[in-house]
C-alpha cells in the first residue's frame, strides 16, 4: 500500500502562488510515476501535470507556462509550483503515484483562486 499527503493549497487572488506539496510513504518502488490532477465543482477530474522519475514532465495545456512540477525520488516528494493563477484553475488538486498496475489517490487539497 501506498500512503499520499498533500500540503499547501488555500484561497489566493487572481495572478498569485501557491506551492502544493505531496509525500508518499509506504511500498514505493522506484519506476514510478508522479502527479497532480484537479476537479473543479460540477466537472470530471482532469490531469495537471505529471513527472517521470528521470525529471520529465508533461502539462495540460491551460496551466503550460504557469505551472512547474518537480520531485524528489529520495523523500519520494512530488511538488506543484502554480503562478500567475486564474479563477480557472480552482478545484480540489488531488496528487497520484502509478507504479506496476496499481494508481493512488492523495485525500485532495483545496485551491481557490477568487478576489
Known amino acids: 500500500q501506498v500512503q499520499l499527503v498533500e500540503s499547501g493549497g488555500g484561497l489566493v487572488q487572481p495572478g498569485g502562488s501557491l506551492r502544493l506539496s505531496c509525500a508518499a510513504s509506504?511500498?514505493?518502488?522506484?519506476?514510478?510515476?508522479m502527479g497532480w490532477y484537479r476537479q473543479a465543482p460540477g466537472k470530471q477530474r482532469e490531469l495537471v501535470a505529471v513527472v517521470m522519475p528521470g525529471g520529465i514532465a508533461n502539462y495540460a495545456d491551460s496551466v503550460k507556462g504557469r505551472f512547474t512540477i518537480s520531485r524528489d525520488n529520495a523523500k519520494n516528494t512530488v511538488h506543484l509550483q502554480m503562478n500567475s493563477l486564474k479563477p480557472e484553475d480552482t478545484g480540489v488538486y488531488y496528487c497520484?503515484?502509478?507504479?506496476?498496475?496499481?494508481?493512488?489517490w492523495g485525500q485532495g487539497t483545496q485551491v481557490t483562486v477568487s478576489s
Open positions: 509506504g511500498s514505493i518502488v522506484s519506476i514510478n510515476v
Open positions: 497520484n503515484l502509478a507504479q506496476l498496475t496499481y494508481s493512488y
